[in-house]
Structures are given as C-alpha cells and as structure tokens.
C-alpha cells in the first residue's frame, strides 16, 4: 500500500512562507506524478499544483508566482514552497499521487495564515 507522509505545516502570518514536504513509500517514486490539494474550512477540496514525471508544473490560479512545487525522487519527497502567505490560504493540505486508476492520499497537514 502506498503511504504519503506530509509534514511542515503551522501557523505563520501573512507575508510570510513555508515549506511542506511529502515523504512517500511503497512506490516507485520517480515514475509517478505528484500533487497538492487543499481543503478550506467548509469547503471543497481543491488542486493546488502539480508535477509530472517529466517535471512539468502546473498551478491553481490563486496560487501563481507564490508556490512552487518540486520534487526530490531519491529522497522520494515531494514539496510545496509557500511564499507571500494569505488568510485565504489557510486549508489542511494534502499530498497525493494517482498509480493506474488508484488515487493516494497522505493524512494531511494544517496551514494556518493569520495575524
């Protein structure tokens, strides 16, 4: 069974950056593409970004030009840096990879943005 671990997440105020990282296992890590979701309190959850196996990128609009997504396949880590932080980012993140039809899922990690 896959297992994805994210770590990194906290309270931090706006302006400010974080760093999140997703630690996979059970899975060939550098033929899978790797992604951030979020979920806001009361809402959906929703695609943050996105990375191929040929490390091509792609970003939710709200997003664009403050995070990065990337990947490290020998550490079979996955991060999401966070810059210029903003309330509306506060969501439980979460990192997820598709194998075939199968999607995973980590346990998920807190951002909280606020002064």
């Known amino acids: 069974q896959v297992q994805l671990v994210e770590s990194g997440g906290g309270l931090v105020q706006p302006g400010g950056s974080l760093r999140l990282s997703c630690v996979a296992s059970r899975i060939i890590f550098s033929i899978v593409p790797m992604a951030w979701y979020r979920q806001p309190p009361g809402k959906e959850r929703e695609l943050v970004a996105d990375?191929?196996?040929?490390?091509?990128?792609n970003y939710a609009d709200s997003v664009k030009g403050r995070f990065t997504i990337s990947k490290d396949n020998a550490g079979k880590t996955a991060y999401l840096r966070m810059n210029s932080l903003k309330p509306e980012d506060t969501a439980v993140y979460y990192c997820?990879?598709?194998?075939?039809?199968?999607?995973?899922w980590g346990q998920g990690t807190q951002v909280t943005v606020s002064s």
């Open positions: 997820s990879t598709k194998l075939g039809s199968n999607r995973y």
């Open positions: 990375i191929t196996v040929g490390d091509t990128t």
